[in-house]
């Protein structure tokens, strides 16, 4: 460090105490999950104000680990000072009744390794509304007397709500009734707070009429949003109880001695109850209100309303104690009243000081650690001590006598433990530290604090990936959490140090298809899909826990392999039933249309081949199963003309293998060239067999026998189908192909032929079309060719078998 950024850090803790005059408060909401950030100690104290951003590290802020009984460990504090909590805190548990909530935790500021200061954060708790308001039952019943006046009421038990927040907590009554009924509800406070509920007449009863009545009593929460609770109310016509328990003063204020015999009574209460018989018997109890520590230590009689203390009280200067006390009589429901009886105990006697350590880094309730690495000055330890006593008998002072520790005044009996000399692990690793303080009464009495200082390793070594590259391979379409591969790593350090957790890393890993464990286990978030990508690399990085934590990366590359999960179709034609207008002429290309299909697949299941699977009865068309030109197969004849319905069939090369259909309506013409030359050959063939067979008949008559005539017959048969044979080779057809894109967008009601790659497909088919048939004009084109306006969509297959 140079001597300008010493000069900076001291300057900077010169006015360290201005920058902290102020207490630091915070403020969170109850049952958050762990982990909820509470506010920035650095930023709010402005102490990073001047330090230089390339020195980040001169500040460091550690929680203090108290006693197991303090709240430590309610919250983390992180390196660079951000409080977050660190378990569920629940209001109701830590705080009391209707009362600010707020829990006190110790920070204590480092420089480059050198205790400074201890800071007293001040954490208000938010009370959150997660409790309703509660009767004691849900139903009760209460009597009147028929002869009871307008105006009479009769007491029904309060709710109680466990949120301690004062909104939450906060009750506010309404009756439900009929119209009909003579009741209402007043309500008024008690002098311990809580609601006192009385049903009043308005009218007076008859029981001769009616004798019992059904009301309900609902209590609502001033939380937000508001939850309430119900008590149903069973009023019947009676005679009743209607005087409370009144006690002769609604606070009592007793003080006694840390001495107190426990068989001698702190206060007796008294009240009176102007009913008589058993309305009028007057029973003592402790109110809900009163907390659980106050009823440790106290009890009351509950027919003489006499208050003991019933075990020891703590060796503390003064305590008080406030305890709530009902007075109910024998009445069903019982009436009652409460008091307040505050109790002050005083301890007069010389007590040894308490003393309380709390370590920064805590290895257990007794034990600290740190690095063989630790600066000499470096704190350690924060130091307490307690002694309430009056006078001298108060006055502390403490000594720590060891080689390696010393111990150095805060303020009035507040220390901290520094490291004096430097440590060596190798050579200890282990040391016993006690702490002695003894105050300045008669006799002096003092209180000795032993604790244990280890000293660990420090963390030296990066993680190391067993690979340069990790490759892996998988498929696509797997289900969530389908294992793709393995990343490990290395690290020889020992505990924490070696302690390794994996993670993805880069600023694009929240948008990957993996997520990988601590084990370094890669697994998929989602199924994987070939044709939207199908490698992927990123970093993956490996962290061990050591202190500081190092960390290393690693490429990895994942290779998606491809299943046959998309079906073949067709981009033309692009229509089903295409209809096409076929004008076949003699010395013309065989050509008629080529059929086009995409497959999304890879190259390995995406080789496709097509086929005619329906409507080529006659044999006459052809289709090549690599490039889907569909051709004539053989001559066309005459009697060859008509409508032909042909479905073609494209398959992919995948297991399973998927395919798509798509259906051509051919409207052949044959030429009359074609037609003239067939009927010549066949007028001839027919003269000719009519007249040999004349002749041979009547030779047959004539000169031989009936054997003789059939065998000349078919010989001369045989010779004419020869000449025949010979006559039909010698008629050429070659089929002529025309196709003009006007015609077939003209021709067409299907838009979506005139989208932009389906008509620049068919542009090119056009082209090709148009370059067979360049010795026909183009009126003559227009005059061969035909298009359908009839538009069909037929469902595309998507899987065939071979």
């Avoid at 008509?642 to 259909?661: E, F, M, N, T």
Wanted: hydrophobic share 35%; charged share 20%.
């Amino acid at each position: 460090m140079s001597i300008n950024m010493l000069v900076l850090v001291y300057i900077v803790f010169a006015l360290f105490p201005q920058c902290l005059s102020g207490k630091l408060t915070y403020y969170v909401e109850e049952e958050k999950s762990p982990g909820t950030y509470v506010g920035d100690i650095a930023a709010d104290t402005q102490l990073l104000d001047s330090i230089p951003v390339e020195n980040p590290d001169l500040i460091r802020f550690s929680q203090l680990q108290q006693s197991a009984t303090s709240d430590s460990d309610l919250f983390n504090v992180s390196r660079t000072g951000k409080l977050y909590t660190a378990k569920v805190l629940d209001a109701e548990t830590l705080c009391i009744y209707n009362v600010e909530c707020f829990k006190t935790i110790k920070i204590a500021v480092h420089q480059a390794g050198t205790f400074m200061r201890i800071l007293k954060i001040k954490v208000f708790i938010k009370d959150v509304n997660d409790h309703e308001p509660k009767f004691p039952d849900k139903q009760i019943e209460l009597f009147f007397d028929e002869n009871d006046k307008e105006g009479t009421s009769q007491s029904i038990p309060d709710a109680v709500d466990k949120d301690v927040g004062i909104l939450n907590s906060q009750i506010t009554y309404q009756l439900r009734k009929n119209s009909d009924e003579p009741f209402t509800l007043s309500t008024s406070k008690r002098v311990d707070g809580r609601a006192k509920l009385e049903i009043t007449l308005e009218a007076k009863l008859d029981r001769e009429l009616r004798d019992n009545y059904m009301v309900q009593i609902v209590s609502k929460d001033g939380g937000f949003p508001s939850k309430e609770g119900l008590l149903n109310v069973k009023i019947s016509v009676n005679d009743e109880n209607d005087n409370p328990p009144v006690f002769s003063q609604s606070i009592y204020n007793v003080s006694i001695k840390h001495t107190h015999q426990m068989n001698t009574p702190v206060a007796v209460l008294s009240s009176k109850d102007l009913d008589s018989g058993r309305y009028g018997r007057v029973s003592y109890h402790f109110s809900s209100k009163t907390t659980d520590l106050a009823q440790s230590y106290f009890q009351v009689e509950e027919n003489t309303g006499e208050i003991f203390a019933i075990k020891q009280f703590p060796s503390i200067q003064k305590l008080s104690y406030k305890l709530f006390v009902d007075a109910q009589d024998g009445g069903t429901p019982p009436l009652r009243s409460t008091a307040i009886v505050l109790i002050t105990v005083t301890n007069q006697q010389n007590n040894p000081p308490n003393i309380d350590v709390n370590f920064v880094s805590a290895f257990s309730e007794n034990t600290v650690t740190i690095s063989e690495g630790i600066k000499v000055g470096s704190f350690i330890a924060y130091v307490m001590v307690t002694d309430n006593d009056i006078g001298r008998n108060g006055e502390v002072t403490c000594s720590l006598d060891h080689d390696r520790f010393q111990l150095r005044t805060m303020e009035t009996k507040e220390y901290k433990v520094l490291l004096k000399n430097s440590v060596d692990r190798e050579a200890k690793n282990l040391f016993n530290v006690r702490i002695i303080c003894q105050d300045r009464g008669h006799p002096p009495l003092q209180t000795e604090k032993k604790f244990f200082i280890k000293v660990v390793d420090v963390n030296d070594v990066q993680p190391q990936f067993t690979k340069k590259t990790f490759k892996f391979l998988t498929y696509e379409n797997e289900e969530v959490n389908f294992p793709v591969g393995l990343v490990n790593a290395t690290d020889p350090d020992m505990g924490a140090g070696g302690q390794l957790t994996y993670s993805l890393y880069g600023k694009n890993a929240t948008l990957l298809p993996f997520k990988i464990t601590d084990n370094g286990f890669i697994l998929t978030k989602r199924a994987l899909d070939y044709e939207r990508q199908d490698i992927y690399v990123f970093q993956v990085l490996v962290k061990d826990n050591g202190i500081p934590p190092l960390n290393n990366t690693v490429n990895v590359v994942v290779e998606v392999m491809d299943e046959n999960d998309n079906a073949p179709y067709f981009t033309f034609p692009s229509i089903s039933p295409f209809n096409l207008d076929v004008y076949y002429e003699p010395h013309n290309n065989k050509k008629i249309i080529t059929l086009k299909a995409i497959d999304n697949d890879s190259p390995r299941n995406s080789f496709l081949r097509y086929k005619i699977i329906r409507g080529n009865n006659k044999q006459l068309f052809t289709i090549n199963p690599y490039t889907g030109v569909l051709t004539f197969s053989r001559t066309v004849y005459q009697s060859d003309a008509g409508l032909y319905y042909l479905q073609c069939i494209v398959k992919d090369s995948g297991i399973p293998v998927l395919s798509a259909a798509s259906n051509l309506s051919i409207t052949l013409t044959v030429s009359n060239k074609t037609s003239e030359k067939m009927a010549v050959a066949h007028s001839d063939s027919d003269k000719r067999i009519h007249l040999s067979l004349v002749v041979i008949i009547t030779l047959a008559a004539v000169t031989v026998s009936m054997a003789v005539v059939i065998s000349i017959s078919i010989c001369i048969v045989r010779c004419n189908n020869s000449k025949n044979a010979s006559h039909r080779a010698e008629i050429v057809t070659p089929s002529r192909i025309k196709n003009e894109e006007k015609y077939l967008i003209s021709r067409t009601n299907n838009p979506v032929i005139n989208t932009g790659n389906q008509k620049e497909m068919i542009n090119k088919t056009t082209h090709s079309l148009k370059s067979q048939s360049h010795l026909y004009p183009e009126n003559e084109l227009e005059n061969e060719w035909r298009t359908s306006t009839m538009v069909k969509k037929l469902p595309i297959a998507t899987q065939c078998s071979t």
